[in-house]
């Protein structure tokens, strides 16, 4: 009996070493199986910039999410092919180089809903309620611009009221009534009812020098910045403004991303010497900038981006730093301060470039137009219609070519 005990017992320790071994695998499973649905503890996405970010090791199941997004959410020029699909509903934002990434949550909770969450708890939750209706959970869909989500300023003077003002007011002003406002320096009761209520006098100097310019671009910015619009668009007045061909152009590109979109009238970068008064320390600096005179956009991703810049008058103190007028300072704090490039839309034209080379089968698909008159001579576009006399301008004549049905145009 002796020696059949001592030879058991091997047995008995074999078999309970290989139960052991048997629970142990099948914790160890477990604990494979929950890290790998959610995560692990205690362990926070990291809120530096996109660069980092994609340094640094993955450890997590939501780390390979965020790089994932990171890689496919860069924004690209339209007509760019879209990011690949992806399995997992994550919050979608393209600004995403100013996103904190702690407020990216990874839920079985229907997106919409996060999303309406995080634009409570988020700086920026306007843009965020904007996008709440594109939530995806494969390829991001485009959005989608309508005329009401954009705000036109235009910037006149008393002088211009009677002629300018009232050539826009009658003509392309009727394709945008409720979007469009003009920047003045004066009190004028008589147009401020002709545009509905929407003549703002700014009380800036009058004038065409760069302290008056200045000014009237920050009430400009800063109305917008109040409205909630997408859209900043700022023209001359003596430009037209083709309203659906603008409309279409704004529908390609998305407001949540840094855009700067218009047109340069040199040839080359602008330099310039941030301090002229000590001639051995002078900072040379090149940049590009959109010219007033034709037009330009912005998106409010990147308004916002300049708010603590140039918001609330501040954008005519950093006018007098540079001495220049108000499109280059325009320029300056979206290029060099912002380091946001200029997107040359070659649709947009000033008195600046010869008129009459825009051929009248390509009118459709302009943006905005102009006129000069120099040296005697008019600066317009060649169209049919009034003659010189009646509309030495082309304004009219180039509105009835676009919409024929307005009741002051000639049958056809």
Known sequence: MMSLTVLSLPQKFKRLLQAMMLAVAVVYMTLLLYQ??????????????????????????????????????????????????????VIIRKDIRNFNFSDIEVSERPTAT????????????????????????????????????????????????????????????????????????TDDHYYQEKTKGHLINTKCS??????????????ELDVFLESGKKWFCHFDDDNYVNVPRLVKLLDEYSPSVDWYLG??????????????????????????????????????????????????????????????????????????????????VDNFHSHLEP??????????????????????QWNVIKVDGFDLKTDPKRFYSLHCQLFPYFSFCPPR
């Open 263 to 344: 047109k340069p009238s040199i040839s080359s970068p602008l330099e310039i010497h941030l301090d002229s008064k000590n001639t051995t320390t002078n900072k040379k600096i090149t940049f590009w900038f959109a010219t007033g005179g034709a037009g330009f956009c912005l998106s409010r991703a990147l308004t916002l981006k300049m708010l603590p810049i140039a918001g609330g008058g501040k954008f005519i103190s950093i006018g007098d730093k540079i001495r220049f007028p108000d499109d280059v300072t325009m320029g300056f704090i979206i290029e060099h301060l912002l380091k946001v490039p200029l997107t040359v």
């Open 114 to 185: 996060l999303l309406t969450e995080l634009a409570r708890r988020s700086r920026n939750g306007e843009l965020l309620r904007d996008l709440s209706q594109r939530a995806v959970t494969a390829t991001p869909q485009p959005p989608v611009t309508e005329l009401d989500d954009i705000f036109i300023s235009v910037k006149t003077t008393k002088n211009y009221h009677d002629t300018r003002l009232a050539l826009i007011i009658k003509t392309w002003f009727q394709l945008a009534r409720d979007q469009t406002w003009f920047f003045t320096d």
């Open 206 to 219: 009058q004038g065409h020098f760069r302290k008056a310019l200045c000014c009237k671009m920050s009430a």
């Open 355 to 376: 008129m009459e080379f825009i051929r009248q089968d390509t009118f459709h698909d302009q943006v905005s137009f102009s006129y000069a008159h120099m040296k005697n």
């Open 36 to 89: 790998s649905a959610y995560g692990y503890p205690g362990i926070q996405e990291p809120h530096n910039q996109v660069d980092g970010l994609a340094n640094e090791p993955l450890a997590t199941h939501r780390d390979q999410l965020l790089q994932d997004y990171v890689q496919s959410s860069t924004p690209t020029q339209p007509g760019a092919g879209a990011p690949a699909a992806s399995p997992t509903t």
